[in-house]
C-alpha cells in the first residue's frame, strides 16, 4: 500500500540550530515533492517544490533534498528562530496528472528560544 | 482580499442534517481543489475541479458526499445526512491551472458534527 511518513514525535529544537525533518515514501513515483507549512487553525502555506530530476533546493534558510533511490526527502531550516514553529508537511504528486497531492500526516517543530 | 477564502470558519451541526461549504478560490485559477483533516490525520484529497468539471471525484468517501463548482469560480462541497465521522477541517486549494503545482489553501471550515 501507498504511504508517506514524517515523524509523528514533536521536534524541539534550540533557536540558532538546524531542524531537520524526514519524509519517507512508499509505492509512489513522484514526479515532484513539495514541503508546506501548517499553523493552528490555518491552511497549509507552500514552501518548496522539488522535482525528481533534482537533489537539492534552497530557499533563504531553508533547504530540501530528494532521494529517488531512497525514497526519502529531508527538510532543513537552519538558524531556526521561535516564529518557525509550526508543522510541516511533506507532500507528492502521484502522477495523477492534475496535481493531486497525497500528504503526510506532518511533523511539528517548537523552536526554543 | 486576493488569497482563497472558505464560509463558514466554522459549523456545527446535528447528526442527519445536510451541510454546504463554500469555497472562492483566487481569481483567476482554474484549478480546484478539496482535501479534509481528521485529527491527527494527514490531509486527504477529496475532488478536483479543472473549471466546472470534476474529472477526478475517486477521493470522495461515500455518495452523501458531492460537489459542485460554477462559473469556475465558487466551489460548493455538500454532505447529506451528516454522520460523527464526517467531523473534520474541510480545506480548499487552487492553482493557477493543471500543471501550476503550488497550490494556495484556504483557511478550512472545521465541521463538527454532534
Known amino acids: 500500500s501507498q504511504k508517506i511518513e514524517q515523524n509523528s514525535e514533536a521536534l524541539n529544537i534550540q533557536e540558532g540550530k538546524t531542524a531537520t525533518l524526514t519524509c519517507n515514501y512508499t509505492n509512489y513515483s513522484p514526479a515532484y515533492l513539495q514541503w508546506y507549512r501548517q499553523d493552528p487553525g490555518r491552511g497549509p502555506v507552500f514552501l518548496l517544490l522539488i522535482r525528481e530530476n533534482e537533489k537539492e533546493k534552497r530557499k533563504e534558510r531553508l533547504k530540501v533534498t530528494f532521494d529517488t533511490t531512497l525514497k526519502q526527502s529531508l527538510f532543513h531550516i537552519t538558524a531556526s528562530q521561535p516564529a518557525d514553529s509550526a508543522t510541516y508537511l511533506c507532500?507528492?504528486?502521484?502522477?495523477?496528472?492534475?496535481?493531486?497531492?497525497?500528504f503526510g500526516k506532518g511533523n511539528q517543530v517548537v523552536v526554543i528560544p | 482580499g486576493a488569497g482563497v477564502s472558505q464560509s463558514p470558519s466554522n459549523k456545527v451541526t446535528e447528526k442527519g442534517k445536510d451541510v454546504e461549504l463554500r469555497c472562492d478560490p483566487i481569481s483567476g485559477h482554474t484549478a480546484l481543489y478539496w482535501y479534509r483533516q481528521s485529527l491527527g490525520q494527514g490531509l486527504e484529497f477529496l475532488i478536483y475541479?479543472?473549471?466546472?468539471?470534476?474529472?477526478?471525484k475517486s477521493g470522495l468517501p461515500s455518495d452523501r458526499f458531492s460537489a459542485e463548482r460554477t462559473g469556475g469560480s465558487v466551489s460548493t462541497l455538500t454532505i447529506q445526512r451528516t454522520q460523527q465521522e464526517d467531523s473534520a477541517v474541510y480545506l480548499c486549494?487552487?492553482?493557477?491551472?493543471?500543471?501550476?503545482?503550488?497550490?494556495?489553501f484556504g483557511p478550512g471550515t472545521r465541521l463538527l458534527v454532534l
Open positions: 475541479f479543472q473549471g466546472n468539471s470534476a474529472p477526478d
Open positions: 507532500a507528492l504528486e502521484g502522477r495523477y496528472g492534475n496535481n493531486r497531492l497525497a
Open positions: 486549494a487552487s492553482s493557477l491551472e493543471t500543471g501550476q503545482e503550488t497550490q494556495y
